[in-house]
């Protein structure tokens, strides 16, 4: 005897449709892992009204590694590590908050190409950062670094540039983070 108003195979129906509803929403994809990222970076400098950029392309190949574990982030060039911070992600979309003097320690090294390129001298502050991408469906990465600072070039006095330096960066997989 039945005691309920619905037969057995009814609810086996049901759970197989509930299953098949959840095996067939999309997946997203993490971004754990090791990737190997290139691309195009713009300097962007504001003085008295003026403005002058350069574009590097082909910057990179960089690894960026971004660990489950405590979410850390770093970003490496062949010997030595350019920025650290965490990240975080939702669905495709990823952002990291970068350390703060590793953000200073790259600005230096900035300083230093823009110093040998320009023959000028520049002091630069960091202001603001951010770094933001997004996981495509072809399994790449492609996002991008902002760093806004204030320079300072002493061969025009104590006026104060505004400096926009901005990578943005394709990638793909490498190795596994370890």
């Known amino acids: 005897m039945n005691i309920w ?4 195979e009814f609810f ?3 759970a197989i449709m509930c299953l098949m509803a ?3 929403l999309p997946v997203q994809a993490g971004v754990e ?6 691309g195009v970076l713009n300097v962007i400098a504001r003085i008295k ?12 190949p960089y690894r ?5 574990e405590g979410m850390a982030f770093r970003m490496l060039d062949s010997k030595t590590s350019l920025l650290t911070g965490e990240w ?25 190409v823009e110093q040998a390129r320009s023959g000028l001298a520049v002091a630069m502050t960091p202001l603001k950062t951010t770094l933001t991408g997004t996981r495509k469906p072809d399994g790449s990465i492609e996002g991008t670094l902002k760093i806004q600072a204030k320079a300072v070039f002493p061969a025009f006095g104590s006026a104060a ?5 901005n990578y943005r960066f394709t990638g793909s997989m490498g190795k596994p983070a370890p």
């Open 161 to 165: 540039a505004k400096m926009s330096l």
């Open 64 to 68: 960026v590694v971004f660990k489950p």
């Open 22 to 24: 959840a095996l067939s």
């Open 5 to 8: 108003p619905v037969e057995p």
């Open 88 to 112: 975080m992600q939702q669905a495709r979309r990823f952002c990291v908050k970068l350390d703060r003097t590793s953000v200073n320690d790259f600005v230096a090294a900035i300083e230093k």
């Open 12 to 14: 086996r129906k049901v």
């Open 33 to 38: 892992g090791e990737w190997q990222v290139v």
């Open 49 to 60: 009204g003026k403005s002058v950029t350069t574009t590097d392309r082909d910057q990179g």
